[in-house]
């Protein structure tokens, strides 16, 4: 009787740690250190190892809600499987050597806060999917090799907070539609290929900080609109087709002046009283 207790216990036991994280989840992401050349990696993972040992995995509830993978030499093509992950909320793969395109399953990844791919070799256009991802608040792409338009559907991401998609190949116009981001703080599209005028709806972004739009072709003038977003200190808008280089203006509401500065930065500071 009690070399029966003692088996269902044991049973009992494997069983349980076997269901501590998904088979679905750990696939993905063996998948991903296959498809990147994990045993290069700078911190490699022991794949008979329990998950939650993982370099940059993090596990809550039996579930993996994290992968912080930056400046680590990953190399390879993201799999589709990582939209099998679907209980991520942060993704930083930042400052490898990833190529390829951007994988659409990651649209599957409804709980995701923040998408960080910024300084890899990704290419292709931004995958519209990326719409989908209605939690998402800091997406990051710059310095790629990303091509196409900014797709339209990223600006149904209305908790956005930060949308750098800077020194890229990418080109069109700026979505007239970006005023619906009303979250946004930081927005960086510099060293692309864009064109057109820059969209006065940018000026609904009022807990805008930081408007990056320099070296493109953008044309027109800076709308005088811009004045009215108290919380911004820094845009730089050099090297487009702009009508002029430069603006000043005042404004009264809050009290202080609000200058572009003539250098080659075109920095547009704020000075409070």
Do not use: H
């Amino acid at each position: 009787m009690k070399t029966l207790k003692l088996l269902a216990i044991c049973f009992l036991t494997t069983a349980y740690s076997f269901a501590n994280i998904s088979s679905t989840e750990k696939d993905a992401l063996i998948a991903i250190y296959n498809a990147t050349n994990g045993d290069q990696w700078n911190t490699s993972w022991d794949l008979n190892a329990a998950i939650d040992s993982w370099y940059g995995i993090t596990v809550e509830d039996n579930m993996i809600v994290e992968i912080n993978l930056p400046f680590n030499n990953l190399q390879g093509e993201l799999p589709q499987d990582i939209g099998n992950l679907s209980n991520l909320r942060k993704i930083n793969l930042g400052f490898n050597k990833i190529s390829g395109t951007i994988p659409a399953s990651l649209s599957n990844l409804k709980e995701l806060t923040s998408l960080e791919l910024f300084m890899n070799a990704l290419e292709g256009n931004i995958p519209s999917e990326l719409g989908e991802l209605k939690k998402l608040e800091s997406l990051k792409l710059y310095s790629n090799k990303l091509s196409g338009d900014i797709p339209n559907e990223l600006m149904g991401l209305t908790n956005l907070k930060e949308l750098l998609l800077g020194s890229n190949f990418l080109t069109g116009t700026i979505p007239t539609d970006i005023y619906a981001l009303s979250k946004l703080q930081k927005l960086s599209l510099m060293d692309n290929k864009l064109e057109g005028e820059i969209p006065v709806e940018i000026a609904q972004l009022t807990d805008l900080e930081e408007l990056l739009l320099s070296t493109n072709n953008l044309t027109g003038d800076l709308p005088i609109e811009f004045m009215s977003l108290t919380k911004l200190t820094t845009i730089m808008v050099s090297d487009n087709n702009l009508n002029q280089e430069y603006i000043s203006v005042s404004g009264k509401n809050p009290p202080g002046i609000m200058t572009v500065n003539p250098t080659a930065t075109a920095v547009l500071d704020i000075e409070k009283e």
